[in-house]
Structures are given as structure tokens and as C-alpha cells.
């Protein structure tokens, strides 16, 4: 679609006019994206508005796509692939050949005309793929377009009637836009968007959005009314008529011109103003208006005049007179619509029932011709025989609609046609022998779109009502596979019955060999690891890996060789257990399975880690994020990449880092339990850089994202930093209730300890903050210890060890013995290992530690090694528990005005930009670092300083009189 070119700007609009003007202007300036929202009833003037404002751009390319009301019947993405299509078919346009093999196979479901097209997905996995893929590269495209032109302009007009598709991938775009000269224009009719609208979940994320400007076009008040119908005086006989148009139209731009063009008093309702110039033209051009008006979105010419049976003369005849009277508008494409919606609708509801019949039929009939139900049109001829009411060839093009939908990964509209079939299905007794297929593999993909589609738990009602309709006898693995799919979704939203659901899968499919059991094995083996059940999981891998090799199903091989191999590394065998893991990689990239080659990156990352590894899980973890990007699957593997970093580097000390690529890997928007794992490392390096009520809300997040989870790298790494957090707030009581709660949970485990030292260190700091108001009773402290006693028995990660060497000194100080030796000790190990906040924390404890003993010179010592560990790697948590025991041990100077809090020479000279009022990013600019690496250091002076805002900061230094 072109927008067209209007040779003055809309009357009584200049203001709305400037706002489009600035916000590109800030789009371009800021190399980031804006949002336009034009809102306003019909005929408010939405769509003059925005292409004069785009006829006034220069510099810039401006791509435009239009929703149209079809009914549930439009394309999928059909106002993007409109936009797109020219520039990438454009000869004179590098666009199309700059991309590379997997963005353009992504596209290619969008513009056929860039390459061939990826296979069909079958899997659950699969199809969650192609969707992710495709967005991600879309959004590849849309940043590199904006930055070649200087300023990309994508209008999407009439949001009212956009399908499921393109919503949820503007909202996508919405959030993920950034770092690219973008501006976003949707128009939208106001008065249509209810609470129950299919677009106000869409409106509202937009309107919430900090990027994001509403215009609402109000009614033109009588000056600018007289000046817009002044043109069309010469049809209004008097003064009076005038008078009645202008209150008639109520300030309504559309309104008061169709009103005016009448030329006569006219009907208070506009549709019968409509019907009054729809009388008024010849039977023939009546009937190709009613003929234009069935076929929903537009029609051709051709078509046109097969099936009025018009001659060239008399369509032509017809044609120039609807246009003539502004009532149809020839398209970019030569085909033929209506110049507004409106029409469009008044004039489909005066047909006569037997009139539309006829009409959709003979257009569902001529379509069918024109491709088929393979074709394009599937969705259209699945709409007209549905208004038709033909229920068998609804059924099958449905049917159809539902296949193309699915492989151009529309989920939501491929769900909506599966479902539409399943309801057709008893009234069509051939159902069967039209879809090739039966009820129960049709309830199966609409299960699978809408698990694909974010509608859970719609998809679990679907597949158990998939597997009612398939005999048991006689449908064992197929019945298996829709189980195992159950279970996917199952555990996905964090139930902990998945794992149950896929027993029940490998009892219904039955001991022989098959492809199938080698599947739903493959799939328990993943679901008991990931609850812990290791010892079980260990076996299921093995026996899943034996029957896919002896039935050749490579893909569960592999799949099972990763769980393997996993399973292996964390009880401590790292060789055997990573030749398993390479071994199963090797085999998926051989398979073109991206997603289980990236799942091995990911397990092998957490696996390094927990064997204290952690440079090596940083670097394999990065390599995992290059390949998830290059692949679009950022917002997938790639958050769960990025979260083993995070969850690496925060041990290490790697404090500027961790925080920089947690806040981006929220900033993706993950679900489900990767968005637990984002924002779980989000609240891990805010706990540590010292900023309390962002860690907590980050945990909270985490929570929420994790639902009912029973796995224990969301469930007890979450009770760590939320213990964490209770425990910096001065909350001991709940600090001690959630971490010796977490640790009950662990009791009866499997393979080795991961996170019971680490929560029975978070006990025992209690039991000591508590020791001088509320005892903790010696029983609890014993329990709790002979929990981490047990599960060290059962083998024990590199990360644990460092825990339990911190619990040994913390139990020695809570008996009352002398424990710097312990914690001399618990310093070593967290050095040799790296891991530099452990190792500052257990300095800390040992100063304590020998100031209780009298022993000022090594506290001193052991105070000044913590105090430059932790400023060293920006932990503004530990640093002021530095400045707080510095304090009393009487290590500050005193008269060391300038650093009364302990802030090192880099956070003097950022506090002293933040008292001059400078943004992060100005400081950033200033001190030649990143606006983000600004932050943290403003988050540590914040800290140190005891305040909680940038100007208490400014005005405590002031006070103070750090800058003379």
C-alpha cells in the first residue's frame, strides 16, 4: 500500500502535524524508536493526518501496510508483508540480498519471493522456533532499514482490524525496537476499542509504553469545519444547508464531507446517507459495489467480471462510476476496494440472504480456481463458505487455512481455523476423507498452536481432548506423543505434574522399540533431571538413547546423549560427561536441530559452572549467544544463554558486567521459567552491587515467571537471593523462615549437592544476627547442618564446597569457638576458585572475627583486603558493610574528608557529576564509560552513602563538603 499524496495538509491538524514532526525528529536524533498511536473516531481524518505528514518527510523511507476487516479471514502479518514487499522486491534495494541464509528462510514465510521456504514444523519445539526465528529476524531487518535510511517510517493503518499475528508482533516490536531510527504510526478508531476488543490488550502495552505518543483526533471545531467543506459549497443551496451539514457532521471531517458532496438534506444515521448515494447509482454499478463488498478485502478485475458476467464495456462502465463517486479506490496491486471500511460494511448488510449466498459462493468457487485450497486464499474461501453456510467445504478449507497458517507459524490463526474445523466436524460425515486426517490429529494441532501461541492452558484442554477421541488399543503412540505434549506444556508453565504426564506417556506407548518410546523416554529422562530425580533421569537417558539407536531416530538420540551428559557433569564425571554432551551437539547439527544444539550449550554453560568452572561457562555461554543470535532464537536460547552468564559472573566478581547483560536480558521480555532465569540473575547482581528494592522486585519477577515449579534451579535459587534480600533489609526472622523452608525441600534429593550450603549459610547468618534477641534453638542449627552433611554424601559441585567451607566457620562462631582459622580457610578456597565476593565476605567475617579476639593488626589486615576486593569489582552491598566494620574497628581516617564513605577516585568524580545534575548517560559521556557502567557506580555510592536518591546523594556530599 502507498499512501496517498495529498496536496495540503488536513484542516484545523497543525498541532497533531508538529507531534508526528518532533517524534520523528527524536527517532532519528536518539537512534531509537518512537511510537505514534493516531487515534479517533471514523472518519477523524487518522489516515490524511499521517500521509501528510509523510509527504513531508525527506531523508527517510516510509513503509506502510493496512489491516483490513475480513472477518477472521485476513492473511497473517498481512499489513507487514504489504509494507515489506516492495522493498524487497525492489531491483535497486540491497535490503533482500544483505540478508543471509537463516533470516532469509525466516522471511521467506512472509515474501515467498526471497528463497525457499523452511520445511513444516511438526514438533512442539519446532514450531516454537520458526515463530521466534521469524521475529527476531524481522527485527534484524526493520533496525538495519531504519539506520541505511536515516529514519524508517512503518505506518499501520486501521489497528481496529488487525488479526492476532500482526498484534502480537507489534508488540513484539514495541519492546524490542531499540538502538535504530525508527517511528512506529498505528491508527486506530477510537470509539471501536472495548475492554473485550481483540486489539485494546495491544492498546493498553502501547499507551504504557515510555516511547509512545497518543494523538487523539477530537472533532474540528466550527472554523476549521467551514474551512474543510468551503470547497464544496457550490452543492449546498443556502446558508441554512450549510448550517445543517456543520451540525449534522459534529465536527466529523468524513462526516460533514459526504454530507456536503449529498448536496441536499440528508438522513441523520450516515449509513443511510450511504445506502442514499448507493440508490442513486445505476443497477450495474450497484452490483459490482455488492459483489466488492462480499469479497471482504478487494477484488480484481478479472475475477470482477467473471462473475458478473460483464463484458470489458459495461465493468469498465460500472467501475468508473463507483470510483467517479468516490466509492472505490483502485489499489497498488489494480485490484478494486472500497474507499472506507464504513462503506464496505453498510453496503454488505443490504444483501438478501439468498444474494450473499450466491455471491460467496461464487467467489469461494473462482478462488478455489485460482490456486485452490493449497494456495493463498485459503483463509478467504474458508470465510465465504462459512457465510455461505456450505459447513462440508468450510470444514476442508479451514482445514487448509489452518495447514498455511501453521506454516507461515501464525499460531493464533491456525488455532482459530483448527478450532473452527473441530466444531464443523460433526456435521460433515466425510470430515475425514476431506482433511486426510482425523478429529483427533486436528484437536492435536490446535493444542499445539495454542501452547505455541501463549494459550497454554486452551492447549492442554485441546490435547486431552485430542486423546478422548483416539482409541486406546488401537492408537497407543499416538496417543503417547499427545501425553508427551500434555507434559511439555505441563512443565513449561511450571506444574510439577509434567513429569507425571510423561509416565503416563511411555506407559501408553507400549514396550516395543519404536521411534515413539524413543521420544517420550527422551522426554521424562529431560523432565526427572530437571526436578532432580537424577538417579532415575540417568537411566531413562540411557534406555532412551539404546532404543533410538536401535530404531534409527537420531533426533532422540541426540536429545538423550545432551541429557546424558549433563546428568553426568553435574555428579562430578566432567569427561565422560562432556564427551556425552559434544557428542549429542555433534549429532543435532548434523539433524539441522538448532535448538538441541543450543540446548547443549546451555546445559554444558550450567554444568562448568557448578563445577566451578565458571571463565569456562562464561565462554561457552557466549558462543551459545552468538549462534542463538545469528539464528533469531535471542529471546529463547539465547535468554537462557545470557542467564548462565549472569549467574557466572556474579560469583566471579564480574559486577559491571553481570549487571549491563542482566537488565538486557529482561529487556527481552522472556516467559515462563527463561523469564524466572533472567530475572533471577537481575536480582543476584543488584543484591550484590547493593541495590536492595530492585534485587526484591527482580525475585518477586522471578517467582511469578516460575509459577509452580518444582525444579530446583528456579525454586532454591530463588529462596537464595530472597533469603539474600530479606537478610540486606534487616529481616532475619524471614531470612531464617524461607532459607531453612527451601532446604526442607532438598532433603530428599538426588546427586549432588547444589544449593543446601548455600541455603544453610543463609540459616546460620540469621541464627547469628538473631543470637542477641531470639536464640535460634540448637536443634534447628543441627538439623540444618546435617541436611548439607547428607547431601555432600551424595557428592558435591565446586560452587558447594565454597559454600560449606563459609558454613564450617559460621558453626564454629555460633558455638563460640575461635573461627578465624575457619575462616582464613573459607578465604583460601573462594580465592584459589576466583571468586572474588566470597572471598571478601569471608574476609570480612575473619576482621570481625579478630576484633572479637582482640587481634587489631590482622583484623586491620583482613578489613583492608576486603575493602579493596570489594570496591575493586564494584560491590557497593560489600563495600558498605567495609565502611560499617571499618568504622568500629576505628580503620578509617578520620580526617580523610574527601572519602568519609569509602568511595574509591572513580565514584568521587561520578558523585561529583551526579551534584551537578547530569544524567547516567551524560556521566557516561563525560568519564569516556557506558551509561550503564555509570549506573553501577551510582548504585554503589548510593550504597556507601546510606541514601536513597541521586539528589540525597548530592546534597550528603555538599553537607559534607567533599568538593570544598
Known sequence: ???????????GRADELAVLNRLAAAARRDTDLRVALVSGDAGMGKSHLVAAFAAELEDALVLVGECLDLDGAARPWAPLVQALR???????SDAAAALDDPARAALSRLVPELGVRPERAQGLADIDVGQTQLYEHLLALLERLGRRAGLLVLVIEDLHFSEPSTRDLLAFLSQNLTDAPVLLVATVRGDEITRRHPAARLLTALRRGTRTTELVLGPLGPVAMTQLLRPLCEHLPDQHAIDEVLDRADGNPFFGLELARSGRQVPDHLGDLLLDRFDELAEPTREVLRLVAAAGDSIGHDLLRRITGMDETAATRALREAIDHRLLVVTSDGTYRFRHALLQEVVHDLLLPGEATRLHQALAAALEADGGLRGRHAAAIARHHQIAGDAARGLEASFAAGVAALDAVAYVEAQRHFERVAQLWPDVPDADARTGTDLAEVLKKAALCAISGDDGRRGLLLARQALTHLDPDADPRRRALIQMWIGHGMQHFGEPSGVDAYRTAVAMVGEEPSSERARVLAAL?????????????EQVATESIAV???????????????TLGTIEMERGDLEVGRDHLEEGKRLAADLGRIDYVLRAHTNLSHSLMLAGQLEGSVAVAQRGVALARANGLLRTHGVYQQGNMVEALVPLGRLAEA?????ENVALAPDGLSGSHAYLGQAEARLLLGDVDAAAAAVASAKRHARASAEPQFTSRAAVVSAGVQQALGNHGAALAEARAALADLVDGEGPAGYEAALAVLVLEAALALASTTPVPEEVIGEVIATVDAATVRGQTMLHVAHAARLSALAAQLEGADAREAWRAAAAVHDEMGLAPGQARCLLSLAEAALDAGDRAEAQEAWKAATRVAEHIGAGRLAMAAVILGRRGGFLDPDRVEDPYGLTNREMEVLRLVADGMSNAQIGAELFITGKTASVHVSNILAKMGVASRGQAAAEAHRAGLFG
Do not use: F, W
Open 86 to 92: 516492495p522493498v524487497l522486491r525492489d531491483p535497486t
Open 525 to 537: 529422562a529431560k523432565g526427572l533431571m530437571v526436578t532432580n530425580d537424577t538417579v532415575e533421569a
Open 659 to 663: 549487571v549491563e547483560l542482566a537488565e
Open 548 to 562: 533410538a539407536r536401535a530404531v534409527g531416530s537420531s533426533r532422540d538420540e541426540a536429545y538423550s546423549l545432551i
Open 1 to 11: 500500500m502507498t499512501l496517498p499524496r495529498h496536496p495540503e495538509p488536513p484542516v
